[in-house]
């Protein structure tokens, strides 16, 4: 459902009927939105004074009224739903997106509610604790849908391996690598751009560089139109034109992917793999702003450097990092040259809700 901000008015196109009133996982894509935001800022003002706060409580309020509890499994559920995969129609129950995103919408609820003062009752973070998520143990994949068929079903994009980027939901390697290998052959060869983009993100995460760079091909050669570059949403060039969410997966596989960042909600996580792209021998990815400061990246086959290039403020907290047994803080001028593969954490020196 789209909606109005000022007015609350629902402007959903009348050509998608089921996406206005099942494809409810939005509500949790907005309170993930403002999660990133938060996690990037600390934006405190935006929490008090600007409704922020407001908006990821009453997320959170409306799954817990969405659930229902199935007394045979003892956890929730939620019905009649559309997952990512709009090709999953009219609805379908226990869509794993959409459990998983409500699950995090209460988490951040209670995760800020030393700032916001509006605590969350028991019941919702036993809601997001024990939530129903399909997952087939025979395999160890999990399930796009409650039901659904790993061998026959044919999806439209990625839907279940977004659990592992953006949603970082905590799983094993062998998981993730089994949600990737699993849904590529069912996804839709003419499916939308930005699905190969998540592919691309999930395979360098797990080192296997040559489905990487497969997947980063295609997910811009086959969709970037002559003369002028423009972006479509299908490789046939139907559908939407100057496709953003296309283009903006290419820009995510470049800096979540290659770059190897991971924004989360008290850290900003580096781990570059290496093994650039294409032939490419550097990448350099200026103007990182966290947490009042401004980093830059730099990233060749053998070591990346990240440099504190300035801040934005004076009353920025100082920021602190660790990488294996070595911790320290750094200011304007300082950088860090590591290994590629190593993991550096950055992160306030003060956390959210200490």
């Known amino acids: 459902m789209n909606l109005v901000a000022r007015t609350g008015v629902d402007v959903t196109p009348d050509c998608c009927p089921t996406g ?9 894509d907005i309170s993930f ?3 990133q935001y938060i996690s990037a800022t600390y934006n405190q003002d935006w929490l008090l004074n600007e409704f922020g706060g407001e908006l990821v409580y009453e997320t959170a309020r409306f799954w817990s009224s969405r659930v229902i509890y199935n007394n045979q499994t003892k956890q929730y559920e939620i019905l009649t739903v559309l997952p990512p995969d709009e090709d999953a129609q009219p609805f379908k129950n226990n869509s794993v997106y959409t459990n998983v995103i409500a699950s995090l919408s209460i988490e951040l609820a209670h995760n800020i509610s030393c700032i916001t003062n509006k605590t969350i009752p028991p019941q919702w973070l036993d809601i997001a604790s024990n939530l129903y998520f399909p997952f087939d143990n025979s395999t160890k994949t999990y399930l796009e849908y409650e039901g659904f068929d790993l061998k026959h079903t044919i999806i439209k994009q990625a839907d279940v391996v977004l659990l592992g980027f953006p949603l970082i939901w905590s799983m094993n390697d062998e998981v993730r690598q089994n949600d990737l290998l ?5 996804t839709r ?3 939308p ?3 190969w983009s998540m592919y691309s993100i999930g395979f360098t995460e797990l080192g296997d560089f040559d489905k990487a760079g497969q997947f980063f091909r295609r997910s811009y050669e086959s969709y970037v139109r002559p003369p002028f570059n423009v972006w479509t949403e299908t490789q046939s060039g139907v559908g939407a034109v100057n496709f953003i969410t296309g283009i903006g997966g290419f820009l995510q596989a470049v800096l979540f ?9 008290n850290e900003l996580e580096f781990q570059p793999r290496g093994h650039l792209p294409d032939q490419a021998t550097k990448f350099i990815f200026h103007g990182i702003k966290y947490q009042g400061f401004v980093l830059d990246l730099t990233i060749d086959n053998n ?5 504190v290039s300035s801040q934005n403020n004076n ?3 100082p920021l602190v990092y660790e990488y294996g047994d070595h911790r320290g803080s750094l200011k304007v001028n300082d950088s860090l040259s590591l290994p590629i593969d190593t993991r550096l954490i950055i992160r306030r020196s003060v956390a959210l809700c200490p």
């Open 20 to 28: 206005r009133l099942y494809e409810i996982h939005i509500t949790g």
């Open 33 to 35: 939105a403002a999660r």
């Open 182 to 186: 699993a849904y590529e052959p069912l």
């Open 189 to 191: 060869t003419d499916g």
């Open 193 to 195: 751009a930005m699905t």
């Open 257 to 265: 992917g290659y770059g190897g960042i991971r924004l989360k909600l």
């Open 303 to 307: 070591i990346y450097e990240i440099f």
């Open 315 to 317: 009353d920025s907290i």
